[in-house]
């Protein structure tokens, strides 16, 4: 009987044991490491000397290098994340307050979504579209535009 009882007791504890035994399981962690996006800017927009009454057009370029084969989004800042073209105004460096409203222009429209770095680099044109208005005052005007992107 004894015998009986410390055999049952010994399967008892061997079921037990075996019921709330560690279970184990391995996750897997990796990276991939890839190049920052830079901008720089190859060619700046100049306008030229403009007659008031007419118009002038021009354009400028930017080079955006990273990753090759990865996809970025990019826009100009002043237009916004959801446009492509639009007004900025340029400003009189002597008189502040004199403004040349002029049209932006990029093939760069993020309504269209990321685009692809193909071979590790691609060019974005911006053009300037000026209708200088009869009777705007003479003097040198500028503005900046910014790049913004961003990998996807």
Known sequence: MKKTLLLTTLLSSILFAQSN????????????VIQPLKVEVTQNIDLGKIIAGTTSIAQG????????????????????P?????????????????????????DIFPSLGARTL????????????????????SGQYKSKITLVVRYE
């Open 21 to 32: 035994s560690e279970q184990t399981a391995n996750m897997s962690i990796s990276a991939q």
């Open 61 to 80: 370029e930017f080079k955006i290098t990273g990753e090759p084969e990865s996809r970025y989004f990019a826009y100009i800042k002043e237009l916004g």
């Open 82 to 106: 959801t446009v492509g073209d639009g007004p900025i105004e340029l400003i009189n460096e002597d008189n502040p307050t004199l403004k040349l409203p002029v049209h932006l222009w990029s």
């Open 118 to 137: 193909t071979d590790g680099e691609n060019f974005n044109t911006i053009e300037v579209h000026a209708n200088v208005p009869n009777g705007q005052p």
